[in-house]
């Protein structure tokens, strides 16, 4: 069965410090994943995801096959960027529901 | 656009009682997600329709859940009765296309914080 793990519920950094958020995942077939994220007050939205191989918010994230993970980076975190982040790959049937981490929540102090 | 909205925003209930939720999706969206996050616990898949067709409902929990789209537009999902563990926030999402890589993004409504006491 698919699953996600994100070690971290809370990670607190101080602004301008680098931040990486942690996603392993097990995966049968060739894996997806994406990261959503939701702001306070806000609602859930994809951030990004591995396959458009982009950069959002200043945000990216590598698939690495070997460790099996997709870890979240980001060089010089903003306030704006506390929030709470998933990563949630959706499964591997065509329904693409997605299955979802435990989530961190990114603290990022003035 | 309104995006996906969902109705109520809060509930709280006695246990026993009935609640029903609803979701409406963005217009033209064929599929509609439910999922339901319980504090501590990660965010789960429900349920997914395509237009008024469930296409998987393995994440219902139990026979108290029940779920429509009829018509193919907007969806309720009826929890009866209603249970202390059913208490949780309960989001749904939709897509336009399913299956097929970069055209199947779901967006999320607000979710709706249901109590159950």
């Known amino acids: 069965a698919q699953r996600v793990t994100q070690p971290e519920k809370l990670l607190s950094v101080f602004k301008g410090a680098p931040v990486e958020l942690k996603c392993n995942y097990s995966y049968s077939g060739s894996p997806e994943l994406f990261w959503y994220v939701q702001y306070s007050r806000q609602r859930l939205q994809l951030l990004l995801r591995?396959?458009?191989?982009?950069s959002i918010k200043g945000f990216t994230a590598d698939l690495n096959k070997g460790e099996t993970s997709f870890h979240l980076k980001k060089p010089f975190a903003q306030e704006e960027d506390s929030a709470m982040y998933y990563c949630?790959?959706?499964?591997?049937?065509?329904?693409?529901?997605?299955?979802w981490g435990l989530g961190t929540s990114l603290a990022v102090n003035p | 656009e309104a995006g996906v909205t969902q109705f109520p925003s809060h509930s709280v209930i006695e246990k026993g009682q009935t609640v029903t939720l609803r979701c409406d999706p963005i217009?033209?969206?064929?599929?509609l997600y439910w999922y339901r996050r319980v504090m501590g616990k990660e965010i789960k898949f429900l349920l997914h329709f395509v237009k008024e067709s469930k296409q998987d409902e393995s994440g219902m929990p139990n026979n108290r859940f029940l779920a429509e789209r009829t018509g193919g537009t907007y969806s309720t999902l009826k929890v009866q009765p209603a249970e202390l563990e059913d208490s949780g926030v309960y989001f749904c999402?939709?897509?336009?296309?399913?299956?097929?890589?970069?055209?199947?993004?779901?967006?999320f409504g607000p979710g709706t914080r249901l109590t159950v006491l």
């Open positions: 999402a939709s897509s336009q296309v399913s299956g097929r890589r970069l055209k199947d993004e779901q967006f």
């Open positions: 591995h396959i458009s191989r982009e």
């Open positions: 949630a790959p959706p499964n591997a049937g065509n329904n693409r529901k997605l299955i």
């Open positions: 217009s033209g969206h064929d599929n």
